[in-house]
């Protein structure tokens, strides 16, 4: 019985998590990515402290999968610095990951979560008005002259 409500509830939680990727705006689905990754660095750090290294193996795993979702998720038609950079710090921090993981190093770990916040926190200054790409102006006048 005691089976049976872990089970439901890991399906009502899965089911929840699915309607918010869904209802998700691009913006907040990078948020999303950025969170999940720094939970799986936590967890890791975790079960590092528990010297549970199969979860902290899975656990990093997942973060790295996560970042190179991030890396991927670049726009490379923007042949910008920032493009370039993002590209690089995602590629460093995953190999980051991997080194920690092989060591055990919770400094390593540490270092990646620092990096990957900072980034998180620029991206959620990005102001509303252009979340989706378009400037607020240029939404308005889209309006204006009917598109």
Not at 46 to 54: C, E, F
Not at 74 to 86: E, I, V
């Amino acid at each position: 019985m005691k089976f049976g409500y872990a089970h439901a509830a890991r399906a009502y939680a899965d089911m929840g998590r699915h309607a918010s990727v869904e209802a998700a705006s691009p913006h907040r689905l990078v948020q999303m990515l950025f969170e999940g990754a720094l939970d799986r660095m936590a967890a890791a750090r975790g079960a590092l402290a528990r010297r549970d290294i199969a979860t902290k193996c899975h656990e990093i795993g997942r973060a790295v999968r996560i970042v190179e979702g991030l890396r991927m998720s670049l726009d490379r038609r923007l042949d910008t610095p920032l493009t370039a950079n993002l590209d690089e710090l995602y590629d460093y921090i995953g190999r980051r990951l991997l080194l920690a993981n092989l060591n055990n190093d919770d400094a390593i770990l540490d270092e990646c979560a620092r990096l990957l916040r900072e980034v998180k926190a620029g991206w959620d200054e990005i102001p509303m008005h252009l979340r989706d790409g378009v400037p607020a102006q240029s939404a308005d006048l889209a309006v204006a002259v009917g598109g």
